[in-house]
C-alpha cells in the first residue's frame, strides 16, 4: 500500500476492504494527522493493527470498526491509549467505559 505521501490525509474510508494488519501499519506510519477511519467489516485486521493506528495516530478521534474480528476487549484496551476516541458500530460492547456511538 503506497502512503508514504499521505501525511496530510485526515479522513480514511476503507471500510469493506480486504486491508491487512501490514497495510495498516504502513497508514499509521505514514498518515499521523489522520482524524477519522473507517473500517467497518476490515476481518483481516486484528488487534495490533488498531493499537498502532491509535497509538502513531494522535489526532484520531473516530474509528468505525463495525463488523470487525476482534474482541470487544481489544476495544476497550484501544481507549486505555486514546480516552476520547470514539468507537462507531461495536454494538456487542456494553461496558459502560467504552464510548460507543
Known sequence: MQVSRA???????IGG???TD?????VANNCTN?????LWSCRHVTAAGLVAL???CPELECIN???MRV????FAG?????PALRIRSVPEIVNASVQVS
Open 7 to 13: 501525511h496530510s490525509l485526515q479522513h480514511l474510508n
Open 17 to 19: 476492504t480486504f486491508i
Open 22 to 26: 501490514e497495510s495498516l501499519y504502513a
Open 34 to 38: 489522520l482524524k477519522s477511519i473507517m
Open 54 to 56: 491509535v497509538s502513531k
Open 65 to 67: 470498526v463495525g463488523g
Open 71 to 74: 474482541s470487544p476487549e481489544s
Open 78 to 82: 484501544l481507549l486505555s491509549i486514546s
